[in-house]
């Protein structure tokens, strides 16, 4: 059986979709909680929004693993440091096409 360019694009989708779940999941609950810890309206808004922005870039992390690309150090902290959801949500679809990691960035 040959593979092809649609089968990998098809198995990609899959893992996004599966990981992009995942990461929004954990961090709404994530958000959920820091929110209510805070115990205020503005609170709970910026703990969903932190852990968001937390759940995409492990969404984002786990999509480059799986497709077996190479992570960097700066490439990591950039990811990781980066606060604003929409960055990281296009970040994440952007990863099932590139061929290094670095290519999010361009």
């Not at 198995?11 to 990981?19: K, V």
């Not at 852990?51 to 799986?66: D, I, K, M, N």
Request: charge should be negative.
């Amino acid at each position: 059986m040959t593979t092809t360019g649609y089968d990998y694009e098809s198995i990609a989708r899959q893992y996004l979709s599966h990981w992009i779940e995942q990461g929004r999941t954990e961090g709404l609950e994530q958000g959920r909680k820091e929110g209510e810890a805070k115990g205020r309206a503005e609170g709970r808004a910026e703990g969903r929004a932190e852990g968001r922005a937390e759940g995409e870039a492990a969404a984002l992390l786990a999509v480059l693993e799986a497709r077996g690309l190479e992570v960097s150090a700066e490439v990591r902290e950039r990811i990781t440091g980066c606060t604003d959801p929409e960055v990281l949500e296009s970040w994440v679809r952007r990863a099932v096409i590139v061929d290094r990691a670095e290519e999010l960035f361009a």
